[in-house]
């Protein structure tokens, strides 16, 4: 038995070393350097991480009280809102950005805001809106777990020190949860970075315009720039990589 | 006053029902219990963290059933909710609102003789440190009431004993109702100005200390208050006094109802005498066998007695115990210093 699962296991190793040594090792120092002094990657890596960071912002917002809300308040309905939420995580992303596109370009409510509020069909302003719907999902999950795992007495014996329920919340649960939630935030950040289905549809892939990372790696390979694509993946590889070490750090945390 | 009324409220096994309860003000009253008597549900719903399914609790003349928790002016207590986030300073000053917050930590913190772990997390504290930073914040905020949920649980002796002491002394500094729940006895008489014996959501019994020490309503009762020995008899009239007759032959004080009893002799007044010339009496006099001496705490020692075939258990001071050289299978003569009737009507008489 325990000489089977090491062998499953080693197999498992094996298949994910191979494809990162795949990418690092056909990256040169000279291609990193080419890479990062051409403009479109700049441009990439820009957009990119702007983009998750303010779609992880939007999610938070409006990830955390919803996450609150299931973990604190029985409601007629709860477990269909609960698989809603999840709906956006089994669906393949180009479907969830599909709907977009038809959302915003045509039905009423998506017209009005295009025209009142924001363009978001093609524009990088899609970006935002295809991350956040990948993001919030997580976000929500991740946060209601912690919610979930903090006594609800905590905030009741505040209440009872005189704080309203909205005061205890802000200066007892949520200091409590900040560091689950910023866990969820770094792997929702890390998920908008690698968004690619949804962002395709709705923001489209426009070289220096909707160029995202993924975007990027997409395009090049198309018109057979495979140098920029790998250098472009292997960047994507430090993010991920990142990633792992700065959620480990935040668990580690006091 | 804090007045419950007509309270019901459906728990998973049974019904938490008290039809009438008033603490007075500034009283250290006591709900004495079992785990899973209700006593923590009856703290919540005073408290406003849960709703009752009917009934009221009125403070001060006011019904603050349906008020929100930070509006009624009662604070629950509990050591095990510091907020983990903040320092113990942060914590006793969470609830006090305006300006001198920070004289007034100092002036609790000072009362309670925690000055030095205001710097502290909660993490970092006993379990008596946290117990007094929580009752710390709880008094700071000056409530009309203050709830504990089992404050000294699960605290070594010595801890045990000296917050015991503690909220004693705070209780009198200050003009607070403090509300205590509890399953050990001991606490409740050390503490309890009034108590109520809870048991399955129901009131049992509800009196002065003394009161219910001494004349215990039913079995459940005056197991609960220590009585250890509970003889099954009868009671009868002798030449103008009462007799028990039930295995042994026990003469009490007063007067009584004739018929079927529960006889209840504390340990602590099964007098152990080492002649048979007992200088406090001369009735209720027996000799007995030892069948058991143990430790009960670091100054007392538990006997267990054959008088007759019948078994009682007798408490008695370490040091005399060691004195009198006690050991199993010594003959010794006991006398019964005190017994209450319990439960007098509790099972039918025998025709």
């Known amino acids: 038995m325990r000489a089977l699962a090491s062998l499953a296991l080693a197999f498992f190793i094996f298949a994910v070393l191979s494809v990162v040594l795949s990418i690092a090792g056909k990256i040169s120092p000279q291609v990193l350097q080419t890479a990062f002094s051409s403009e479109e990657v700049q441009f990439a890596i820009s957009l990119s991480l702007r983009s998750a960071l303010v779609a992880t912002l939007f999610a938070l917002l409006v990830g955390v009280p919803s996450a609150y809300a299931l973990a604190r308040f029985e409601f007629r309905g709860k477990e269909v809102l609960d698989s809603l939420i999840d709906l956006p995580v089994v669906l393949p992303p180009l479907i969830t950005g599909f709907g977009l596109l038809i959302f915003f370009g045509e039905t009423e409510i998506g017209k009005f805001v295009t025209e009142h509020l924001v363009r978001v069909v093609f524009t990088p302003y899609g970006i935002i809106v295809a991350q956040f719907f990948v993001a919030t999902p997580f976000v929500v999950r991740t946060t209601r777990a912690v919610f979930e795992s903090i006594d609800p007495k905590y905030e009741l014996v505040a209440q009872s020190l005189g704080s309203s329920r909205f005061e205890s919340f802000l200066r007892v649960t949520l200091p409590m949860a900040k560091k689950g939630i910023l866990a969820g935030a770094i792997l929702a950040w890390a998920r908008c970075m690698g968004e690619f289905g949804a962002t395709l549809m709705l923001a489209g892939a426009t070289k220096m315009r909707t160029e995202t990372l993924p975007i990027a790696v997409f395009l090049n390979i198309s018109v057979g720039n495979i140098e920029l694509a790998l250098a472009i993946a292997f960047i994507m590889l430090v993010v991920a990589i990142l990633t792992i070490l700065s959620i480990k750090t935040v668990a580690r945390l006091k | ?351």
């Open chain 2, 1 to 351: 006053m804090l007045v419950i009324e007509n309270l019901r409220k459906k728990l998973e096994n049974f019904m938490l029902e008290i039809e009438r309860l008033e603490v007075g003000d500034g009283e250290y009253f006591v709900f004495l219990g079992s785990s899973g008597a209700g006593k923590t549900t009856l703290l919540e719903i005073i408290a406003g963290f849960r709703k009752p399914d009917s009934g009221r609790i009125i403070l001060d003349g006011e019904d603050v059933t349906n008020k929100s928790i930070n509006e009624r002016k009662i604070v629950m207590c509990h050591g095990r909710y510091l907020f983990p986030n903040m320092s113990v300073e942060e914590n006793i000053g969470y609830g006090i609102r305006g300006g001198s917050r920070k004289e007034k930590v100092r002036e609790v913190a000072r009362m309670l003789g925690i000055e030095h772990l205001l710097k502290r997390k909660p993490d970092t504290l006993s379990m008596g440190e946290q117990q007094r930073v929580a009752l710390a914040r709880a008094l700071a905020v000056e409530p009309k009431v203050i709830l504990l949920d089992e404050p000294l649980n699960s605290l070594d002796r010595l801890t045990h004993e000296s917050l015991l002491l503690e909220l004693k002394r705070i209780h009198e500094k200050t003009e607070t109702t403090f509300v205590h729940v509890t399953h050990d006895f001991i606490e409740a008489i050390s503490l309890a100005e009034r108590m109520a014996v809870l048991r399955y959501g129901k009131i049992e019994q509800c009196g002065s200390v003394d009161e219910i020490l001494r004349n215990p309503k039913n079995l459940f009762v005056a197991k609960f208050v220590g009585v250890k020995n509970l003889l099954k008899g009868r009671i009868v009239r002798e030449n103008g006094r009462y007799v028990f007759e039930g295995g042994l032959r026990i003469v009490l004080d007063g007067t009584h109802e004739c018929g079927n009893v529960v006889l209840g002799i504390r340990p602590e007044d099964v007098l152990i005498i080492s002649s048979s010339n007992c200088k406090f009496r001369s009735e209720n006099v027996f000799e007995a066998e030892v069948l058991d001496v143990y430790p009960l705490t670091l100054s007392t020692v538990r006997v267990v007695l054959d008088v007759n075939g019948i078994e009682l258990v007798a408490e008695t001071i370490k040091s005399k115990a060691i004195r009198m050289g006690l050991k199993r299978g010594d003959t010794v003569t006991i006398c019964v210093m005190s017994a209450i009737p319990v439960a007098e009507r509790l099972y039918p008489p025998v025709s």
